[in-house]
Nanobody, 131 residues
Framework: QVQLAESGGASVQPGGSLRLSCTAS????????????VAWFRQAPGKEREGVAA???????GLAESVKERFTISKDHSKKILYLQMNNLKPEDTAMYYC?????????????????????WGQGTQVTVSS
């Protein structure tokens, strides 16, 4: 398994930007990007956890409809860090953001943003968007 930790959450005004980072450690660290499907999820108070962005083993990227054209998921191969770049933030983006990973990856691409498919989770980082 791999241990994950998020960082970069903050309070920003609508229209602002943030970049979240997710670092990995543990026995699975060396194979993190080659063997694991990784993703970002978020959960607001009173709501269910929802998938935001996913990066599959083959490089396929999945984005939630609510964040398309605004968010981007990427990874730094040299530093082995997963990122979530968030632009033009809106109040409805306010939530606790989590990074997650699973290996082997889900069989269906339609399940990449399903939190039930993942078994490695970070503790979360809070993002608050308000005027």
């Amino acid at each position: 398994q791999v241990q994950l930790a998020e960082s970069g959450g903050a309070s920003v005004q609508p229209g602002g930007s943030l970049r979240l980072s997710c670092t990995a450690s543990g026995l699975g660290y060396g194979n993190y990007y080659s063997s694991y499907c990784v993703a970002w999820f978020r959960q607001a108070p009173g709501k269910e956890r929802e998938g935001v962005a996913a990066l599959d083993v083959d490089g396929s990227i999945g984005l939630a409809e609510s964040v398309k054209e605004r968010f981007t998921i990427s990874k730094d191969h040299s530093k082995k860090i997963l990122y979530l770049q968030m632009n033009n933030l809106k109040p409805e983006d306010t939530a606790m953001y989590y990074c997650a990973a699973v290996t082997p990856p889900p069989r269906l691409r339609s399940e990449l943003l399903n939190p039930r498919e993942y078994n490695n989770w970070g503790q979360g980082t809070q993002v608050t968007v308000s005027s």
